[in-house]
Structure formats: structure tokens, C-alpha cells
């Protein structure tokens, strides 16, 4: 007999990790019948707020909505149609909105993408998925995105 989750978070950026987390968020989520919460945030910093780089704070937080509902949406159509879901946009610095919402929707389990990175880049980079492993109060179900790719 199987741990019963009932809420399923996934957070998703549209990339093609998130895309390969949703075929097993919606796996486990049929098995035990658990609702998943698609998830994305809007990063509220704004890396070209300033007077040289012209992009002003309201087209930023426009486009990173914007971007948000589209991961989303694509990620969504990825599930089961069999499947519950509930879609959530949060606005804020993505590890910390997705520790949050992990307490908020009482998750059960998070089902994230990782891209794989290491090294320098994963050192520059960082990993929001990593930072969700380390903290996170529920277990975390991480999936590579980039198998068999090089």
C-alpha cells in the first residue's frame, strides 16, 4: 500500500524539466486520485531595473505574469485529463514562493524539474530546485529533464 497524497504541488517554469515533472505529478496523481497545483512565480526581481536598460518595473511585472500563466497553461496540458487541477500564480522570489505556497496548499509532495546543470554553471546559476530539496518540509520528487542529452 502506497503513501495517499491528496495535494500535489508542481511548480513549473515551462521549461522542458517542468514539462517532464507534470507526466509524473499526473502518474501520481491518478494513482492516489490527489489534486495537482500547477504553479509558477512571477520573479519579482527585476534584473534590468535601471536607468540604462529602460525596462520599467510595470512591463516587468506584465511580462513575468504573463510568463507564469503560459508555463502554466502549457504544463497543464500535460496532465491527465482524469486529473484535478488547480493553477496558482505567485508573485515573489521563486524558492521562497514555492516554500510558501508548500505550506499554504498543505502539499503533500512537490514534483519539480531540474535541469541537470553542474559544475561552474550550476554554482552561478543556483537551483531553485535544489533549494526546495534542502528546505522543504514534504518530500520532493525531482525529474531531469535533459536525459540522454548532452
Known sequence: MGIPYETILLPTDGSEASLAAATHAGAL?????????????????NRFESPSS?????????AEHDRAEAAIEETTAR?????A????????????AIL???????????????????????????????RIVRHSPVPVLTVRGDEGTE
Not at 496532465?79 to 486529473?83: A, F, I, K, Q
Open 79 to 83: 496532465l491527465p485529463e482524469s486529473v
Open 54 to 62: 529602460g525596462l520599467a518595473p510595470e512591463a516587468w511585472e506584465e
Open 29 to 45: 496523481a491518478a494513482t492516489g486520485g490527489a489534486t495537482v497545483h500547477v504553479a509558477s512565480i512571477a520573479d519579482s526581481r
Open 85 to 96: 487541477v488547480e493553477r496558482t500564480v505567485a508573485t515573489g522570489v521563486p524558492q521562497d
Open 100 to 130: 510558501d505556497l508548500i505550506d499554504d496548499l498543505a502539499a503533500d509532495v512537490v514534483v519539480m524539474g531540474t535541469h541537470g546543470r553542474s559544475g561552474l554553471d550550476r554554482y552561478l546559476v543556483g537551483s531553485v530546485t535544489e
